[in-house]
């Protein structure tokens, strides 16, 4: 069975991609945010070929690959979705999407994409490739006006597998995740408009689903159990990625904005 993995930010994508390498699986990454790109991984003997692929400035597909033995990297923040194994005009190893446009031409890895057991992020096979979850995102799938020509037959792929929509059941936990995370506005208001987006999104994702007629099944990101829904013979512990996004802190400021969040909330 080949499974699609339907979610918003701060849901566990790393973690289901960690869980298929440890049980040799191959995966698929879109991107979240623009431009389009993705990495995609299959095992090959005791190593994963990776693979990225993206549309250059001057509408050109492009690809680089790469093998890297993943045992080891399970729950290792270097090797993020973000990681690539060339230097950056930064010198850093991290996606150069400032060299990437979005673009139709994308669709020639079309194939590569649907043949992994795996897909994240498949709104943008749709051709949602925005922000995730984002209110511009929201409105374009209400409005069924895609940012980008999705491939005619992608529905009905789609239809062919095991289709999975996630969502947090633990608020609390939710937004002490979005609070203490990396990379968070300095703007208490701007998390927080963060946070109500994941939330929105969740709601939103099964109508749209049901919209394009896409069979599916819910799964928590706090119960749910990871080997039965993708049929995996071993399973990470649930929490073997919780520090990787965060910044491990429960400070007085991080514990009272969760805690006012939660007042309102509730």
């Known amino acids: 069975m080949k499974y699609t993995y339907f979610s918003s930010i701060k849901s ?15 995966c698929c990454f879109l991107s979240q945010s623009t431009p389009l790109w993705c990495v995609m991984s299959r095992p090959i003997g005791k190593l994963d070929k990776l693979e990225w692929w993206w549309v250059n400035k001057q509408y050109e597909l492009e690809s680089h690959s790469h093998f890297l033995d ?3 990297k399970l729950a290792s923040s270097h090797y993020d979705e973000m990681w690539f194994p060339k230097n950056n005009h930064e010198g850093h190893e991290y996606i150069p999407r400032e060299q990437w446009i979005t673009h139709n031409n994308f669709w020639g890895c079309y194939d590569n994409i649907l043949s992994r057991d795996l897909i994240t992020n498949p709104f943008n096979l749709l051709g949602y490739a925005g922000g995730l979850g984002s209110q511009k995102m ?16 992608i529905v009905q792929q789609l239809k062919k597998r095991k289709n999975i929509v996630v ?5 609390e936990h939710l937004a002490y995740n979005v609070f203490a995370g990396n990379g968070r506005p300095e703007s208490v208001d701007d998390t927080i408009n963060i946070l109500n987006n994941i939330i929105r999104f969740q709601k939103l994702m099964p109508k749209i689903l049901d919209s394009y007629g896409i069979p599916y099944e819910m799964f928590s990101l706090d119960t749910g159990s990871y ?5 995996l013979d071993k399973e990470l512990p649930r929490n073997s990625s919780d520090t990787i ?13 969760v ?3 939660m007042k309102n909330y509730g």
């Open 12 to 26: 566990g994508k790393y973690l289901i991609r960690s869980q298929f390498w440890y049980n040799r699986r191959s």
């Open 70 to 72: 993943t045992s080891d």
């Open 138 to 153: 929201m409105l374009e799938m209400k409005n069924k006006t895609p940012n980008i020509q999705p491939q005619p037959d």
């Open 167 to 171: 969502y947090k059941e633990d608020i």
């Open 227 to 231: 080997s039965k829904t993708f049929d």
């Open 245 to 257: 996004f965060t910044r491990n802190i429960w400070n007085q400021n991080v514990k009272q904005q």
């Open 259 to 261: 805690s006012d969040y």
